[in-house]
Structure formats: C-alpha cells, structure tokens
T-cell receptor
Framework: AQKVTQAQTEISVVEKEDVTLDCVYE???????LFWYKQPPSGELVFLIR??????QNEISGRYSWNFQKSTSSFNFTITASQVVDSAVYFC?????????????FGKGTRLSVIA | ETGVTQSPTHLIKTRGQQVTLRCSSQ?????VSWYQQALGQGPQFIFQ???????GRGNFPPRFSGLQFPNYSSELNVNALELDDSALYLC??????????????FGPGTRLTVT
C-alpha cells in the first residue's frame, strides 16, 4: 500500500528565513509520481511540482527547490527567503502512473506560518 | 486559474438528507476525481471517472456515488448524510499528456456541513 508521511504538523518561521518541509513516502511500485501542493486558506489545492520516480535530479523554481532522494524515499521541499504569502498548508502526494485508476495519496500536510 | 469550478461553495444539510455537489472542468479533461478533506487532514480519494464510467474507488461506502457527463461536468451524490460527512469536497480533473503523464487540476471545493 502507498503511504505518505509528513512528520511536521506545523512550522513557524520569520520572514526571509529558509524552511524545509519533509516528506517520506512508501510504495512498492517502481514507477510513480511525487507531488507537492499548496493549500491557502481559500481551500483550493495549487499544484507546485510533479516528479517522476526515474528522475532524481533536484529542481529549483525561483525560491522553491525540491530534493528527491529515492534511497531514503524522501521528497523534501525547501522555500528560500520565505515570505508571508507562503503561509499555507503544504501537501506531499504520491501517485502510480502504471495504473490509471490509482489516485493521489496525500500526506496529512504541514501548516507553514511565515511571520513578518 | 485552473479552469475547474465547483458549486455550491458552501452547503449545510441535516443528518439523513441527500446532497449533490457539482464540478465543471475544461474540454479534454476526460478524468475526474473526487476527494474528501476533513478538517486538519489531507484529501482522501473517493472515486474517479473516466469517459463517464467509474474506474476507481477509495474506501467509501456505496452511499457515495457519482456521475460524469459528456460536457466535462460531474456530480458527487451522498445519501443518508452522517455528521462525519462534514468536510471540504474537492474535484480534480485530469489532462492526459504525451508520454503517459498527466496534469491534475483541483477546483476550489465545496464545504459541506452536516448538522
């Protein structure tokens, strides 16, 4: 069975600090996708990134970066120079593209509060 | 802007009643999934429809049912509402890309309160 664990329930940082959100996953599949979503107070899930299990290259997008470590089944997300607008709940999720029926399995989320 | 809309935004129902939630996605998004997100939890998969047929279901009882229509809209129906059904219900539509991958877009959700 697939499982996603986000051990950090809540994180609070001061603006401009860097923050890393942890994600550990479990799957028996050899091919899968990993995702990060942002959920602001409005409730809509905002897609941030999708990473194929065969692509272990780290990715940077502006202030966001992702560290995919297949050996430790982790897909951590770092926000550099955090801003108040980054305050939201962040979800890590897992999907198996081998089965069209397999949906995203979500972690319980990490609530990030960035204080001005 | 994801192009996925949901209605209504908020809804209050009484235990035992039935409810229908609606989702509208973009042309070409042949797969729609519904998720239930209880307060403080991650979304949980309810079911998925592809070209108007259910092709995947999570651990939810039969009183949760759905429909998908040719115009890329869909419905989630819940019968015999229970207090624990109170949650944010999210609809997600999927656009298949070349190479077998896809993009999934979520709607803003419907907040259902059962009293």
């Amino acid at each position: 069975a697939q499982k996603v664990t986000q051990a950090q329930t809540e994180i609070s940082v001061v603006e401009k600090e860097d923050v890393t959100l942890d994600c550990v996953y479990e799957t028996r599949d050899t091919t899968y996708y990993l995702f990060w979503y942002k959920q602001p107070p409005s409730g809509e899930l905002v897609f941030l990134i999708r990473r194929n299990s065969f692509d272990e290259q780290n990715e940077i997008s502006g202030r966001y970066s992702w560290n995919f470590q297949k050996s430790t089944s982790s897909f951590n997300f770092t926000i550099t120079a955090s801003q108040v607008v980054d305050s939201a709940v962040y979800f890590c999720a897992l999907s198996d593209p081998n089965s069209g029926n397999t949906p995203l399995v979500f972690g319980k989320g990490t609530r990030l509060s960035v204080i001005a | 802007e994801t192009g996925v809309t949901q209605s209504p935004t908020h809804l209050i129902k009484t235990r035992g009643q039935q409810v229908t939630l609606r989702c509208s996605s973009q042309s070409g998004h042949n797969t729609v999934s519904w998720y239930q997100q209880a307060l403080g939890q991650g979304p949980q998969f309810i079911f998925q429809y592809y070209r108007e047929e259910e092709n995947g279901r999570g651990n939810f009882p039969p009183r949760f049912s759905g429909l998908q229509f040719p115009n890329y809209s869909s419905e989630l129906n819940v019968n015999a509402l229970e207090l624990d059904d109170s949650a944010l219900y999210l609809c997600a539509s999927r656009l298949e890309l070349q190479g077998g991958s896809y993009e999934q877009y979520f709607g803003p959700g419907t907040r259902l309160t059962v009293t």
